[in-house]
Structures are given as C-alpha cells and as structure tokens.
C-alpha cells in the first residue's frame, strides 16, 4: 500500500496496553470518540514515537504517535486512526509544517481527488483515489499547532471516507485535550 509510505509515523515500534494508557497522545482519542466517528470500535490503543532528522534549520524532534485500528468486515477492509504530536522545534516555520505536506502533495500528483479547507491555523485534507486504483485508500486529516505542540489526526481506510465535517470533529476533541 502506497500510502503507508507517505506516512512516516505509520512506522512505530508497538508497545503495551498499559504504556498506551499512559501515552498522552494516546489520551487525546478515546474509543468512544473513535467509534463516534467512524462508526467502527477501535482496537486497543497502541503508542510509539520515532526520532525525526535535523533538517532546514531545526533540530532533531521526537513524534509520538498512538494507532488505533478501526476493523472493517474483513482484514482487507481495516482502517486506522493515527494521532501523532510533536513539540514545535526552535525556528521552525509552523505554517508550512500545517500547510505543506509532501505525502499529500505525492498522491495529488497520483490524481487523488483532495477537498482541503482551513480552519483559522487548522488545516484539513479529505483525499479519496482515483477510480480503479489498485490499494487505494480513503485519507481525512487535520493538523495545527496549539500549546507548543504539532497536532495531526489521521483517518486512512479502503472503504470508508470520513467527511470533512467527522475529522474536525474528531480532531477538535484531540485539541481539546491537548496539554
């Protein structure tokens, strides 16, 4: 699946139920929220983070992420949500961070169909595949900055699309339990 790749903090090392408990960005989403959204109960919160290189200016930053997988009727129909937080390096342009976004731009150029729409320093993104794609999937975002902190919820599923409207929603729960 192409898009995984454009993802990178997709790529985590799983830890324990009880770790994700005490993840605070396992905290932002709870089941019920997801479920809400999506119609689908999450699996069980599973957290990690991943060092992200120096680079342009800034130094090296650590992403937390939390997954949650959202199951579909069968393995090839699961979706996920991904919230992933980072705290907003020294010198660095928040804007384009939000803004600007290469794996969205990578599956622009692939012919996703992409409703975007900003929400004062929010940023959301619907994409859906060109007809006949082969492995491809359904993408709602939103990404901000807000308390020293970069924000990104992710929704990706071969079936279900959430509209714009869901992922605020969603979203603005994760914000508002930001810390």
């Known amino acids: 699946m192409r898009i995984l790749s454009f993802i990178p903090w ?16 396992c ?13 689908v109960k999450p ?8 060092k992200m290189p120096a680079g342009k200016g800034i130094g090296e930053t650590t ?13 090839a129909q699961s979706g996920q949500i991904v919230a992933s937080t980072a705290r907003i390096p020294t010198g ?8 600007n976004n290469p794996g969205i ?13 900003d929400f004062g320093n929010t940023s959301c993104t619907v994409l859906t595949p060109p007809a006949g794609a082969k492995d491809g999937m359904m993408m709602s975002s939103c990404s901000t900055a807000a308390k020293g902190t970069l924000l990104s919820i992710v929704h990706m599923s071969p079936t279900r699309k959430l509209t714009m409207d869901q992922t605020k ?6 914000v508002a339990r930001l810390r």
């Open 63 to 75: 992403v937390y992420t939390c997954f949650w997988l959202v199951a579909g009727q069968t393995a």
């Open 27 to 39: 905290a932002l989403l709870t089941a019920s929220d997801i479920e809400v959204a999506t119609g």
């Open 105 to 117: 731009d990578a599956l622009r150029a692939q012919r996703y169909t992409a409703e975007d729409k």
């Open 169 to 174: 929603k969603l979203f603005d729960k994760a």
């Open 92 to 99: 660095m342009d928040v804007k384009a961070v939000v803004r």
């Open 10 to 25: 997709l790529l985590f090392a799983l830890t324990s139920f009880a770790h994700a408990q005490q993840s605070p960005t």
């Open 43 to 50: 699996g069980t919160p599973q957290p990690g983070e991943m």
